[in-house]
């Protein structure tokens, strides 16, 4: 059964990077039918696509990030990662890694892990 | 970008009657490749989403079939019958027609 399981630290300081990372098991980074995303929901605010990662390697990312954003997939570990520079406030939110089924939908969703952007 | 406008933004229902959400996009979401990308997300109380539609109108697997999808083009509609106590949560649409994909602001069903 496929779980996707995000993992970082809770508490990030104004300025520093956001590193965050999704540990799939039960499926593949790699497998082509398959796309790997992160999404974030802000307190009281809309989910948002920060990008995704195609299964060619290829990655899109939201512009709203003003290239803030960095995604990375890790083969040999079944993992994506994100960082997201010059933390400030406003990227406080629940974090999540999902898995996007090409031709379908976003189709699985992690649990999710709130990072707040305090001192 | 894509904006997703859903109706009502709550909703209270009765056990055992129907509920129905309604979901229009700034624009049209047939894509390129002929199809019209639109989910619906079911999320629970302390759970993370979960997809219930895709395309429109297809379930899930596991999905029962008291949820269903319709809609064309830019107005869309989520319709669940016989009404339980474990549907509560919001339910969201979503759009993977065009980068980036987007999401409504939630409808919150309440019993």
């Known amino acids: 059964q496929l779980q996707l399981q995000e993992s970082g630290p809770g508490l990030v300081e104004p300025s520093e990077t956001l590193s965050l990372t999704c540990t799939v098991s039960?499926?593949?980074?790699?497998?082509?039918?398959?796309?790997w995303a992160w999404i974030r929901q802000p307190p009281g605010k809309l989910l948002e696509l920060i990008g995704t990662?195609?299964?060619?390697?290829?990655?899109y990312y939201n512009p709203s990030l003003r290239g803030r954003a960095t995604i990375l997939r890790d083969t040999s570990k079944n993992q994506v990662s994100l960082k997201l520079e010059s933390a400030t406030a406003a990227d406080t939110a629940v974090y999540y890694c999902a898995r996007v089924e090409a031709g379908i939908a976003i189709d699985y969703w992690g649990q999710g892990t709130l990072v707040t952007v305090s001192s | 970008d894509i904006v997703m406008t859903q109706s009502p933004l709550s909703s209270p229902v009765t056990l055992g009657q129907t509920a129905s959400i309604s979901c229009k996009s700034s624009q049209s979401l047939v894509n390129s490749d002929g199809h019209t990308y639109l989910s619906w997300l079911q999320q629970r109380p302390g759970q993370p989403p979960r997809l219930l539609i895709y395309k429109i109108s297809n379930r899930f697997s596991g999905v029962p079939d008291r949820f269903s999808g319709s809609g064309a083009g830019t107005d869309f509609t989520l319709k669940i019958s016989r009404v339980e106590a474990d549907d509560v949560g919001i339910y969201y649409c979503?759009?993977?027609?065009?980068?980036?994909?987007?999401f409504g602001q939630g409808t919150k069903l309440e019993i």
């Open positions: 990662v195609y299964s060619t390697g290829s990655i």
């Open positions: 979503t759009q993977a027609s065009q980068n980036p994909y987007t």
């Open positions: 039960g499926g593949s980074v790699s497998s082509r039918q398959y796309f």
